[in-house]
């Protein structure tokens, strides 16, 4: 009966949720997820330090939810990247562009968040583009929240202006997405079915661990 | 008509800011088309993951192209793993599409890449139709065709 009722709950929210070529919701079963910041390529008018900080203070708005079992560790060797790219293959109005990798199950393996390094215009507040207003959503496909097309106050909504900083702050759509995914046990119980543990794919982890230490000697070399 | 279709495409995006309009993109594009997906393939380079996918083009709503066109977007499904990129559909043959197809040596926008659905242009970006609906006649229409 609780589940019904959180499952009815939840529906009556817009939240959506990335999915693997299967069908499956992408979701982490390990926390808390690992990550590193690379800043190779930042312009040295920019604030490393503060940029740092915009971008671990854009995960923390996800460890703050309530009833949401989430939480972010960093480490300096992660296989989990925020770089900034200072050679931008898309659009130069994307502004930033996140990966996720997971098998066919859903587990979530791996991520990398693509910072655009050539539009210019990063602030670490409302006077330009806003780095933690941005790197907030981001965190949110990281979860595997897809883009929230419903919601114009969502973090999850697709796009941002100039100055805006309120998708630093989680709209309870983006709360209820990350609940969804991350049910918080009660009583050692979870309540939804999406946090059940999945075995991973040896092959797909082979895989993944090689290219991601050919990815990690490329960028240091 | 046209105001609407421009916040759509201001819609379509990653964290976009200012975006084109969906005709200042196709002035950019070789070409504008409707079609089919009818062959995917998908590669690993590094960790990443690319699939090419080659329509069968069945309408060609800005330009001229050939019966085929091939584009190849990031991401993709290989050997029991997903690399999703969002805002970047994963399609499958059989699929009804329109692509912006880009000029020879140019990238592809990610923004001019859609599904479409019983002539409602879906936006891989949303997941979902565009706030204003878009239909394909709409697209024609603003393309001057």
């Not at chain 1, 312009?43 to 460890?63: M, V, Y």
């Not at chain 1, 929240?145 to 919601?151: D, I, K, Q, V």
């Not at chain 1, 991350?182 to 092959?203: E, H, I, K, R």
């Not at chain 2, 950019?28 to 997906?37: E, L, M, P």
């Amino acid at each position: 009966m609780t589940a019904l009722f959180l499952l009815l709950f939840e529906m009556a929210f817009a939240f959506e949720t990335t999915q693997t070529a299967t069908g499956a919701d992408m979701v982490w079963t390990l926390v808390p997820i690992d990550y590193t910041v690379n800043l190779q390529g930042l312009p040295p008018e920019l604030d490393r330090k503060g940029i740092s900080t915009a971008i671990d203070r854009s995960f923390l708005a996800w460890e703050r939810v309530e009833g949401a079992d989430v939480a972010f560790v960093w480490s300096g060797d992660s296989a989990n990247e925020v770089h900034w790219d200072s050679a931008w293959p898309y659009d130069p109005d994307v502004m930033a562009l996140t990966s996720t990798w997971a098998t066919d199950s859903g587990v979530l393996l791996a991520f990398d968040v693509a910072i655009n390094g050539q539009g210019g215009g990063w602030t670490l507040d409302a006077s330009g583009r806003d780095l933690q207003n941005a790197m907030t959503h981001e965190v949110g496909h990281v979860l595997g929240l897809a883009h929230n097309g419903a919601e114009p106050e969502a973090t999850m909504f697709p796009t941002t202006v100039i100055g805006e900083t309120s998708k630093r702050d989680l709209h309870e759509d983006d709360e209820a997405g990350v609940r969804y995914l991350y049910p918080q046990a009660v009583d050692g119980v979870f309540l939804d079915a999406s946090c059940s543990s999945t075995a991973v794919s040896p092959s797909a982890l082979v895989m993944l661990l090689v290219a991601g230490l050919a990815s990690r000697r490329r960028r240091s070399a | 008509m046209i105001g609407l279709l421009l916040w759509s495409a201001l819609a379509s995006a990653t964290t976009f800011q200012g975006s084109a309009s969906l005709s200042e993109l196709a002035q950019r594009s070789q070409a504008v088309v409707r079609g089919v997906v009818v062959e995917t393939s998908t590669q690993q380079r590094g960790r990443n993951l690319e699939t090419r996918y080659t329509i069968a083009v069945e309408d060609a709503l800005a330009g001229d192209v050939a019966e085929e066109v091939s584009v190849t977007l990031p991401g993709g499904h290989l050997n029991g793993l997903t690399q999703r990129v969002n805002g970047v559909p994963l399609w499958t043959p059989g699929d009804d599409v329109i692509v912006f197809v880009p000029r020879p040596g140019e990238p592809i926008s990610l923004r001019g890449i859609f599904s479409v659905q019983a002539e409602q242009i879906i936006d891989p970006l949303v997941h979902r139709a565009a706030y204003v609906p878009l239909t394909v006649p709409d697209l024609g229409a603003l393309l001057d065709r």
